[in-house]
């Protein structure tokens, strides 16, 4: 087998994104742009793996902190030719083929590029190019082939031709070539063109007039070799991708009610029979075990259930663990270091931050739960806050098995509440309750009698 290198090009900052951030560093289906070459390329086992940065080049290389690539800089971005250019210091007499890869193209896949670069050794040409057939080629290099169809350069959209325009070939951006004939061919580019730029496309030419073979292969989905390269191009693509994801989890047994308003990034896992409502995002590397059912307006981040757990309508989680057969929602918010054991029941406009609930605790309604770690069986009434912060510091509390926390009860935190405490509704606990014991804290209750006759007859006098 003969020895192979990907080049992935990522210094441009993308002029027609208008950002401020790197342009492959966009998201798509949740993940940094760049994430796609840099994952499909492995397919073809690299010796190695070459990403040339220029712009935003440290949040590029913190980004993907992958071990496995060698990061080659372009200081000034003078074209996709220079960009490849200045890899020869880390590539310079490499033996084998080179696969140049643009940051910006996602959809390429593993079983294409096989194709492509089988193709490319069996013809064995020098440079061969990945090409499409698109209805609407704006933007894209035009493929420009000679009366026997045999490739002899690739013109820029700027710098075409009416004639030139109408092609619909386009140039995909990836390449196949031997490192031997690369790098003398870029030493042979000028930027004598419309954008002033060294265009590595030219190197088709170059090889064209040295009567060396030029190889290509055509994509038959054409979708596969689409580039963002303005904000609307990435919101087609989100959308194409959020299609193919969905139908993936639809292929392995997931139920998604409404597949147009269901958002599931790509790092995500669902077990089968779950069951997805309108309006949900999962994100990150979320974790849906089986039967699940989220039944609508749910955002997920980065959060991990166990099987057969209920998220009821509208529900925001980030970070945290839940297990099996929880019930959470309607309206509930799980923040980050939220860990919910089995069978723990989450209600209506309850918050939980930093805490961990144990197996079979309710808390149904208007609680907020922080810093905290509660027992197994435990109820914790309506309207609990647990008082965590003292305008400086964060302080825990924890509650005990089979505690029953009455209404409406502040616990000041640091405090502890033992296990088979009681405490009576309304209390403020400042203190902590040993095991099995009754906390109260409220003034004890009064009567006037006949009070409120004295009260009506003074007023109708008047
Ligand atoms: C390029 C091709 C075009 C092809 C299209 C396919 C050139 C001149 N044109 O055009 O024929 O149809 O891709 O998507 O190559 N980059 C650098 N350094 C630079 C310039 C660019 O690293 O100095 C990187 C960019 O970050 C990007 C990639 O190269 O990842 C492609 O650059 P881009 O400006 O998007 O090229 P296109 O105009 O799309
Ligand atoms: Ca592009």
Same mark, same amino acid.
């Given at each position: ?11 441009? @900052? ?6 401020? @951030? ?94 492509? @670069? ?11 190019? *990945?090409? !499409? ?33 109408? #092609? ?33 496309? %030219? ?52 139920? @998604? ?17 779950? #069951? ?18 989220? %039944? ?20 925001? #989680? ?38 961990? #609930? ?12 922080? %810093?905290?770690? *509660? ?35 502040? *616990? ?8 088979? !405490? ?34 009506? %007859? ?5």
């Amino acid at each position: 087998m003969e020895s192979l290198a990907v080049i992935v090009l990522a210094a441009g @900052l993308g002029k027609r994104m208008k950002s401020d @951030l790197p342009k492959i560093l966009h998201s798509l289906g949740g993940r940094p742009l760049i994430s796609y070459p840099l994952g499909v390329c492995r397919i073809l086992n690299p010796e190695r793996v070459v990403v040339v940065v220029g712009h935003g080049a440290d949040q590029v290389k913190a980004t993907c902190n992958d071990q496995n690539v060698q990061w080659v800089n372009q200081a000034e971005q003078l074209g996709t030719g220079h960009a490849v250019k200045c890899t020869r210091e880390v590539l310079d007499g490499f033996p084998g083929d080179l696969l140049i890869l643009s940051g910006d193209v996602p959809f390429i896949t593993e079983k294409s590029l096989s194709a492509f @670069l089988g193709r490319h050794r069996d013809a064995k040409a020098a440079v061969s190019l *990945l090409t !499409a057939y698109v209805d609407r080629p704006t933007g894209y290099g035009r493929v420009l082939r000679d009366a026997e169809g045999k490739i002899t350069r690739i013109v820029e959209e700027k710098d075409a031709s009416g004639a030139e325009k109408k #092609i619909k070939e386009v140039n995909a951006g990836i390449y196949a070539v031997s490192a031997k004939f690369l790098f003398s061919a870029l030493d042979d580019l000028n930027n004598q063109n419309r954008q002033g730029e060294y265009y590595l496309p %030219d190197i088709v030419r170059i090889a064209h007039r040295d009567g060396k073979t030029v190889g290509d292969l055509r994509v038959d989905d054409p979708r596969e070799m689409l580039g963002v390269n303005t904000r609307e191009e990435l919101a087609m693509m989100e959308r194409a991708m959020q299609e193919k994801i969905n139908r993936k989890w639809m292929e392995a047994g997931v139920t @998604l009610k409404d597949p147009q308003t269901t958002y599931i990034d790509a790092g995500v896992q669902i077990g089968k029979d779950t #069951i997805i409502g309108p309006n949900t995002h999962l994100m990150g590397g979320t974790v849906v075990g089986e039967r699940c059912r989220i %039944d609508g307006n749910a955002y997920i981040t980065n959060s991990r259930f166990g099987k057969e757990s209920h998220l009821k309508f509208s529900v925001v #989680i980030a970070d945290s663990d839940v297990g099996e057969k929880a019930e959470i929602g309607p309206f509930s918010h799980l923040r980050p270091g939220t860990v919910l054991k089995n069978n723990v029941r989450v209600g209506n406009f309850v918050e939980v931050k930093n805490s961990t #609930i144990g197996v079979g605790t309710k808390a149904s309604h208007l609680t907020y739960i922080g %810093d905290s770690t *509660l027992g197994e069986e435990t109820n914790i009434g309506a309207g609990t806050i647990t008082c965590n912060y003292d305008g400086f510091e964060k302080h825990q509390t924890t509650i005990g098995d089979r505690v029953q926390i009455g209404s409406n009860t502040q *616990l000041v935190a640091p405090v502890a509440v033992g296990d088979d !405490a009681y405490v009576g509704a309304g209390s403020t606990i400042t203190k902590d309750v040993p095991k099995g014991s009754l906390a109260i804290s409220r003034a004890e209750q009064k009567h006037v009698k006949g009070w409120v006759q004295k009260f009506r %007859d003074k007023h109708r006098k008047k």
